[in-house]
């Protein structure tokens, strides 16, 4: 596919470059390399009853995870690095500044546009309270979403979400449909491109128009809506 060439490609210009840096080759075959077009897919985000459904068809801590990617619209790695010290309950912020790996290490955010802080809604900070008076109080630095002391990992996230779409089939692969589901909820408010890209992490608000322009209202639509 030519994600996948894409993919073999940039490891394989990683690699020849690195080589002529030190010397081993004197220059590097890929330049000028044509490489198959990607066509991207449209997102069809899950309404909110999906999400519920979702969500209740998973066990604690999982659920309340769901549902926090949803009102998030954090990345998996971003979700499960989640800890008690990052979450300001006075404020209803959560600093993103680290994510885990797939070893379940912190490592740094995606991009350096990954820093943010979000506000958190009313509901959203009552559910991990909630949570986190269910499972005890804890360090500070305790992962929200946790088996015990240990996070959640990639793998076991995955699985629940396979039992979930083993019940619900067109729900999509993977907790990133939840940051999907996030992304729709903000353009349907109104927000900007440069908002939701802020609110997402996102480069800039270009990434942003690649992924969701199809969500925004085009001014057709307006102005059908203005001489009705």
């Not at 690195?18 to 449209?42: D, F, M, S, Y």
């Not at 979400?161 to 993977?174: M, T």
Request: glycine fraction near 8%; charge should be positive.
């Amino acid at each position: 596919s030519p994600t996948t060439i894409r993919n073999s490609y940039r490891v394989l210009a990683g690699v020849l470059k690195w080589a002529r840096n030190e010397g081993l080759i004197h220059t590097t075959p890929c330049v000028g390399i044509e490489l198959p077009k990607q066509e991207r897919a449209l997102i069809r985000p899950l309404s909110q009853d999906q999400v519920l459904a979702i969500s209740e068809t998973m066990p604690e801590p999982f659920q309340s995870m769901a549902l926090f990617a949803a009102a998030t619209g954090l990345r998996i790695g971003e979700l499960r690095a989640v800890t008690w010290d990052r979450i300001d309950l006075d404020k209803k912020t959560l600093t993103v500044d680290r994510q885990l790996d797939n070893a379940s290490k912190f490592c740094s955010p995606k991009t350096s546009s990954s820093y943010r802080v979000i506000r958190l809604g009313d509901e959203t900070i009552n559910r991990i309270v909630q949570l986190r008076d269910e499972v005890g109080e804890g360090g500070a630095d305790r992962f929200v979403f946790s088996y015990g002391d240990r996070p959640i990992s990639r793998t076991v996230a995955s699985q629940w979400w396979s039992k979930a779409r083993n019940k619900y089939p067109d729900i999509g692969s993977g907790f990133h449909q939840l940051r999907h589901f996030h992304a729709s909820q903000l353009i349907a408010m109104g927000l900007s491109p440069v908002s939701v890209a802020s609110r997402l992490g996102h480069k800039n608000a270009v990434e942003t128009l690649e992924t969701y322009a199809h969500l925004w209202e085009g001014e057709d639509d307006r102005m059908a809506r203005a001489g009705s």
